[in-house]
């Protein structure tokens, strides 16, 4: 055989290699073409049916469907991670929910299926939410009912089945779960109600809302809401016990939501005295005492906890009460206390210091029971993250701060930063403002990994469509190479009223 014909069938047989690689990945020449472009790496129509047909096919018994089915799990799993390899953003994770219905044989597969076909390669699955756990009932050791406690699913942990069918598929599963907000269940408990926030009226956050059939501007309800003083050692114990139980599942991260304190309904969305916030629960009073630098100062710090302000016939009697600290200071100060150092300066009266000592506070507790949350995750080699609105650190006017409380500009940058960005104005700018401004407040080497609400290829609730959102960041902010999508339920309204109501 001549040099000429060995060359020729080398080159053929490249050239079939070839063809057949573009068969398994459709998206090879649009991501070598486009290789610092947004795109979608979507799997086409064509291997998306077959892939459904074999699903449906393995629910029979098929075993020779089973094989085929697993094969294209994997080769699909290879191209959307060639896919995102090439292109920005790198992952694209979307938020999702599982409910009862999709208990039934093959709706794990299904969804996890939908998932990848968009192009996703992470979920952000719910794990703990509204006072509820995705653990199995028959084995759940954590202080909230199970998600799930139909009749025969006891035993059932769709947690660790998203998880191990999500790797199948190439897709990274990580567990979201709220952090101060425990639910309303929790809240019922007789010998939890010790560790319930308390504000100064002596108000839990259930019973500080008259109508609890209210919702706020972001649609959420207070129904199941039941926030705790996340300075008390059982609220941090349950939590540590629930964490634990997740990470016994091996997800691939972990997301912290509600790292915060409610947001009030019209004028108590801002605090801007000491009694709006959530610091009166036992041990939340007791850190902030603790806080004092002299007993004088501790003295009026209890007495602006419990009058409100002070006066200065409270100054003359508590410095006349304890002479020999005359020279003492009263409280630490912004050389001693990075968090207070956070926090704008409102005057120099001993009331102004107070008021930003106890906003300080607020916020410490927060960001404490953020740190004791991370630990044992990270020392998992795992990432956490933190889920927050851009908007809920802000100051108000001359002395008011948005009630939540939320000092994500504190947070540590060795966790992600996951800003919940849901401006709404028709248009994508405030979208795109909301993430500047987390990534302009940022330590340097801060992963910033923008949340964002919508649906492919159109407006939902006056937003833009999320390739609108994404292009729109990308282009003003090209650092960003990845987003996550709220949620899989807006995607598919019909499929998520099937999957809310069925016959099991």
Not at 73 to 84: I, M
Not at 388 to 417: T, V, Y
Not at 419 to 429: I, L
Not at 452 to 468: E, F, H, M, T
């Amino acid at each position: 055989m001549s040099n000429l014909m060995i060359q020729q069938r080398r080159f053929s047989g490249l050239l079939l290699n070839f063809l057949i690689t573009l068969s398994l990945n459709p998206f090879l020449l649009v991501s070598v073409a486009h290789s610092q472009t947004l795109a979608y790496c979507k799997l086409s129509p064509q291997a998306i049916t077959q892939k459904e047909s074999l699903r449906q096919a393995v629910l029979t018994g098929n075993s020779e469907a089973l094989k085929n089915y697993n094969t294209i799990l994997t080769q699909h799993a290879q191209q959307v991670n060639q896919c995102r390899q090439q292109i920005n953003p790198k992952n694209q994770a979307i938020w999702l929910r599982l409910y009862p219905c999709d208990t039934r044989p093959g709706e794990i597969d299904r969804i996890l299926d939908n998932i990848i076909n968009r192009g996703y390669n992470k979920i952000y699955l719910e794990v703990f939410y509204d006072g509820q756990v995705l653990l199995p009932a028959g084995k759940n050791p954590t202080a909230w009912p199970a998600a799930m406690r139909s009749h025969g699913t006891e035993n059932q942990d769709l947690l660790a089945e998203t998880i191990q069918k999500g790797r199948q598929r190439g897709l990274k599963v990580y567990a979201w779960m709220f952090m101060l907000n425990y639910g309303y269940t929790y809240t019922l408990k007789p010998d939890r109600t010790s560790v319930l926030a308390i504000n100064g009226k002596g108000e839990t956050t259930t019973t500080a809302v008259v109508d609890q059939t209210k919702i706020d501007e972001y649609g959420e309800s207070f129904v199941n809401q039941g926030f705790v003083d996340p300075y008390h050692p059982i609220a941090r114990q349950d939590y540590l016990t629930l964490l634990n139980a997740i990470l016994q599942r091996h997800p691939n991260g972990i997301l912290f939501d509600y790292v915060r304190y409610p947001k009030g309904l019209g004028a108590d969305s801002v605090a801007a005295k000491v009694k709006d916030l959530w610091i009166y629960g036992e041990y939340s009073q007791q850190a902030f005492l603790n806080r004092a630098s002299s007993q004088k100062g501790r003295d009026l710090m209890q007495r602006f906890l419990q009058q409100g302000f002070i006066t200065e016939i409270d100054v003359k009697t508590v410095n006349e009460k304890h002479p020999d600290e005359k020279d003492k200071p009263y409280w630490p100060d912004e050389k001693q206390w990075k968090t207070l150092a956070s926090i704008p300066k409102m005057g120099e009266t001993l009331q102004l210091q107070l008021w930003r000592l106890s906003v300080a506070h607020a916020r410490q507790g927060v960001l404490d029971f953020l740190t004791i949350a991370t630990q044992p995750v990270q020392s998992q080699g795992i990432p956490a993250g933190a889920v927050f609105f851009p908007e809920a650190n802000r100051k108000i006017g001359g002395m008011g701060f948005d009630s939540r409380m939320q000092p994500w500009d504190q947070f540590s940058p060795s966790i992600e930063w996951h800003p919940m960005s849901y401006a709404v104005c028709g248009q994508v700018n405030c979208i795109t403002a909301q993430v500047q401004q987390v990534v302009t407040q940022a330590p340097p080497g801060t992963q910033v990994i923008p949340a964002l609400a919508g649906d492919w290829g159109k407006s939902i609730k006056n937003r833009p469509s999320l390739q609108q959102q994404m292009a729109d960041i990308y282009a003003t902010i090209p650092q960003i190479n990845a987003f996550s999508h709220y949620g899989y339920d807006w995607q598919d309204s019909e499929e998520t009223r099937q999957r809310k109501f069925c016959n099991r």
